[in-house]
């Protein structure tokens, strides 16, 4: 079994692209290969023992019984083969994580034909179980991957393999798509306090500031609104049938918070773990924050978009680990 496994593994470096592809890929014939698999080894040997033995006695069934079974052997080597030929595959990237956590890719597999395509065997990593899926025919099946993210920066899809023991399990049909697809890691977060904020000097009306400001009325919730800040005694009235109601304060200074750089410190990933722990804490509390590096500075501000924007500096930072 070693030694299958090892032909198969240096197969693959030949045969692997060198780089990843924009669109949906098309399997065609030459990029699908094909060998026996464990079974098929023991099947073809335990054929040559029955024609060995057919030859030997003279026996014109065992003959026709031999040939039958060889047969059904190359069958199902073609239907391994058609099994993958045809298929379309894409992949895009999905929502940004933090390093340590599992980045998700989705893919989209199409299949042009009326034949179903059962068995379908997906992996992107050596240590990564296969995962399943049956393909109708004439259908458009999605998959999601999950990789670990090691690191901050961009994560690439790595080359994926496609393989296909249908219907015998006697071969191994397999190709190696590699669609191009990345997603973001953020830094892994360092929880910390928050560092001191200031005074901007100006008023308005921003929400949470009870005991600073006085009350000035409410408006519709909003996004990146904290759920504290929600008059829940006015949507209880309202039964559900209208959208919530957020209390609104003026009348105080609004309280600006600066995340600087050279308010961390240690190595670079630490500082950028310490800013990125900052950066949620300072949105879950619903205050206006900016962010400042060394030559690059966000503009204090809050929100979904804002955090984000945040993160993504952080993550993009100069240094990061290919």
């Given at each position: 079994?070693?030694p299958?496994?090892?032909l198969?593994?240096?197969?693959?470096?030949?045969?692997?692209?060198?780089?990843?592809?924009?669109?949906?890929i098309?399997?065609?014939?030459?990029?699908?290969?094909?060998?026996?698999?464990?079974a098929?080894?023991?099947?073809a040997?335990?054929l040559?023992?029955m024609?060995?033995?057919?030859?030997?006695?003279?026996?014109?069934l065992?003959?026709?019984l031999?040939?039958?079974l060889?047969s059904?052997?190359l069958?199902?080597?073609?239907?391994?083969h058609?099994?993958?030929l045809?298929?379309?595959i894409?992949?895009q990237?999905r929502?940004?994580?933090?390093a340590?956590?599992?980045?998700?890719f989705?893919?989209?597999?199409?299949?042009?034909?009326?034949s179903p395509?059962?068995g379908?065997?997906?992996?992107?990593?050596?240590?990564?179980?296969?995962?399943?899926q049956?393909l109708?025919?004439?259908?458009?099946?999605?998959l999601?991957l999950?990789?670990?993210?090691?690191r901050?920066?961009w994560?690439?899809?790595?080359?994926?393999?496609?393989?296909?023991?249908?219907?015998?399990?006697l071969?191994?049909?397999?190709a190696?798509?590699w669609?191009?697809?990345?997603?973001?890691?953020?830094?892994?977060?360092r929880?910390?306090?928050?560092p001191?904020?200031?005074q901007?000097?100006?008023?308005?009306?921003?929400?949470?500031?009870?005991?600073?400001e006085?009350?000035a009325?409410?408006?519709?919730?909003?996004?990146?609104?904290?759920p504290?800040?929600?008059?829940?005694?006015?949507a209880?009235?309202?039964?559900?049938d209208?959208?919530?109601?957020v209390?609104?304060?003026?009348g105080?200074?609004?309280?600006?918070?600066?995340?600087e750089?050279?308010?961390?410190?240690?190595?670079?990933e630490?500082?950028?773990s310490?800013?990125?722990?900052?950066?949620?804490d300072?949105?879950g509390a619903g205050?206006?924050?900016?962010?400042?590096l060394?030559?690059?500075?966000?503009?204090?501000?809050?929100?979904t978009?804002?955090?984000?924007r945040?993160?993504?500096?952080?993550a993009?930072y100069?240094g990061?680990?290919?």
């Amino acid at each position: 079994m070693q030694p299958l496994a090892s032909l198969r593994q240096g197969l693959a470096r030949l045969i692997r692209p060198r780089r990843p592809e924009t669109g949906p890929i098309r399997l065609g014939r030459r990029r699908i290969y094909i060998l026996p698999t464990w079974a098929g080894l023991l099947y073809a040997l335990t054929l040559v023992a029955m024609l060995l033995g057919a030859i030997n006695y003279d026996l014109a069934l065992g003959h026709a019984l031999v040939f039958l079974l060889v047969s059904l052997g190359l069958v199902g080597m073609l239907h391994a083969h058609k099994n993958l030929l045809g298929l379309e595959i894409s992949a895009q990237g999905r929502e940004a994580v933090h390093a340590g956590e599992l980045a998700h890719f989705r893919l989209q597999v199409q299949n042009p034909g009326p034949s179903p395509r059962p068995g379908l065997e997906w992996s992107a990593s050596p240590r990564q179980p296969m995962q399943l899926q049956h393909l109708p025919g004439n259908d458009t099946g999605h998959l999601d991957l999950a990789l670990e993210a090691p690191r901050r920066g961009w994560l690439e899809l790595p080359p994926l393999k496609l393989a296909s023991r249908y219907p015998l399990g006697l071969f191994l049909a397999w190709a190696h798509p590699w669609p191009a697809a990345r997603c973001l890691v953020y830094p892994k977060p360092r929880f910390t306090p928050l560092p001191p904020g200031r005074q901007s000097g100006h008023s308005g009306a921003y929400p949470g500031r009870e005991g600073q400001e006085d009350f000035a009325g409410f408006r519709e919730r909003q996004p990146a609104d904290s759920p504290r800040h929600v008059a829940w005694k006015a949507a209880a009235r309202d039964a559900g049938d209208k959208p919530l109601l957020v209390k609104t304060f003026s009348g105080g200074a609004r309280e600006e918070l600066w995340l600087e750089w050279e308010d961390t410190s240690g190595d670079t990933e630490e500082r950028l773990s310490i800013l990125a722990g900052w950066v949620m804490d300072a949105e879950g509390a619903g205050l206006d924050y900016g962010l400042r590096l060394p030559r690059q500075a966000l503009a204090p501000d809050h929100g979904t978009a804002h955090r984000q924007r945040c993160l993504q500096a952080l993550a993009l930072y100069p240094g990061a680990t290919p």
